[in-house]
């Protein structure tokens, strides 16, 4: 077998919803007074030869937003730890960790969230985040510890653990595979074998759920599930970035813990994910506003100047390709940008879950697209 520099640890920071009359707001089973925040959010790093600085998300970082989000809705500050950037080291991460979890009491809920730079180690299987002053496997933080230290200090019910970078659904197999007393529900950005993107889509997919945008609100029963925020997330990465976040739930999580009252009222056809013209040629968008037969529509990773409104003669659903299971076909790698002989193993959504036939089923990934043709 040839011999491929995959798995790099470089990475980057990384439906259609019906209408229906809007119903009365039920009980939200989120208890903000219940509930403490440990969010670590790194965009630069002491080795930038190893981790490059996302210099392009430093402007309106959402990772504030979503620390100040928890902080609004009612957790109280002594309950909330944010480390940013160079305050977030290995020892000062798994120390402020410990000590966080070391105040919680039976009944809490606890809630991680992370951002920055993720890797996989393929000689171990296991997911790093990497903090501050992380230069390999050895000197970063690892997804397995996380669970280990969540299991030997935190004294309350529930675990929901966030992350918005590379490899992040690693966090999910940790979970299905780590046996202990923990109620786990994680939602990552993307696949454990799978990097993310440059832009901060899942994080916003993360303030809407948990601030009760009405989009979120899937069956429109008043609240904000959070089952309905992963499959949002799910629908929002695959449409917008072309990867697949991941959700699971262990140990008797409740899947549908209420997260957030939803806000306004639906409004028919915003939000819809489609495809529109321009030019001669047809570009995913989505709809945002809606006025008598027009639609404002947004194109996917275009500036706003670029929103604009348009008829129904330039509007047409998003229909993505799908390989059937088991076809054969060319997969292109993003490490290298070579094409591989690889089989469908799943179809989702534009999605593919693809098998290297040279390699273990350690490298297999979600590709979009533009990263499959037909094996000749």
């Known amino acids: 077998m040839k011999l491929r520099a995959r798995g790099s640890r470089r990475c980057i920071l990384c439906a259609c919803v019906l209408f229906s009359a809007a119903r009365a707001p039920a009980e939200v089973d989120w208890q903000p007074d219940h509930t403490w925040v440990f969010a670590v959010g790194i965009l630069q790093w002491r080795h930038p030869d190893e981790w490059p600085s996302m210099t392009g998300a430093k402007a309106n970082r959402r990772d504030v937003k979503l620390v100040d989000h928890f902080r609004k809705a009612g957790v109280a500050d002594e309950r909330i730890?944010?480390?940013?950037?160079?305050?977030?080291?290995?020892?000062?991460?798994?120390?402020?960790?410990?000590?966080?979890?070391?105040?919680?009491?039976?009944?809490?809920m606890f809630v991680l969230y992370f951002t920055g730079h993720g890797f996989r180690d393929h000689t171990s299987g296991q997911v790093h985040f990497a903090n501050y002053d992380a230069v390999d496997g050895d000197s970063a933080w690892s997804v397995r510890s996380i669970f280990e230290t969540l299991e030997t200090h935190f004294r309350g019910k529930r675990v929901l653990l966030l992350a918005d970078c590379c490899f992040s659904g690693g966090l999910a197999d940790e979970a299905r595979r780590h046996?202990?007393?923990?109620?786990?529900?994680?939602?990552?950005?993307?696949?454990?074998?799978?990097?993310?993107t440059g832009a901060w889509t899942f994080t916003d997919t993360l303030l809407a759920g948990f601030g009760g945008d009405k989009l979120v609100d899937i069956d429109d029963d008043g609240h904000v599930a959070l089952d309905e925020l992963a499959h949002y997330a799910e629908l929002e990465m695959a449409f917008s970035e072309r990867q697949k976040s991941v959700f699971a739930a262990t140990n008797q999580f409740p899947p549908?813990?209420?997260?957030?009252?939803?806000?306004?009222?639906?409004?028919p056809r915003v939000g819809e994910r489609l495809e529109a013209e321009w030019r001669g040629s047809w570009y995913r968008a989505k709809i945002i506003d809606v006025k008598g037969q027009k639609c404002k529509i947004h194109y996917v990773g275009d500036a706003n100047s670029?929103?604009?409104?348009?008829?129904?003669?330039?509007?047409r659903p998003f229909k993505p390709p799908a390989y059937a299971v088991g076809k054969k076909v060319q997969v292109r790698w993003g490490g290298d940008h070579k094409w591989y002989p690889g089989t469908i193993r799943k179809s989702w959504y534009g999605l593919h879950l693809v098998h290297y036939d040279k390699d273990s089923a350690e490298w297999d990934e979600w590709v979009g697209?533009?990263?499959?043709?037909?094996?000749?």
Not at 88 to 101: G, M, N, P
Not at 306 to 315: F, I, Q
């Open 81 to 108: 730890v944010y480390l940013q950037d160079q305050a977030a080291t290995r020892k000062q991460i798994e120390s402020s960790l410990t000590a966080h979890l070391s105040k919680t009491r039976p009944g809490d």
């Open 179 to 196: 046996r202990g007393k923990l109620a786990c529900a994680c939602l990552c950005s993307a696949f454990s074998h799978n990097g993310s």
């Open 306 to 315: 670029w929103d604009e409104w348009v008829g129904s003669d330039r509007l």
């Open 256 to 267: 549908k813990l209420k997260l957030a009252d939803a806000k306004g009222q639906r409004r």
């Open 369 to 376: 697209p533009d990263a499959i043709k037909v094996r000749k």
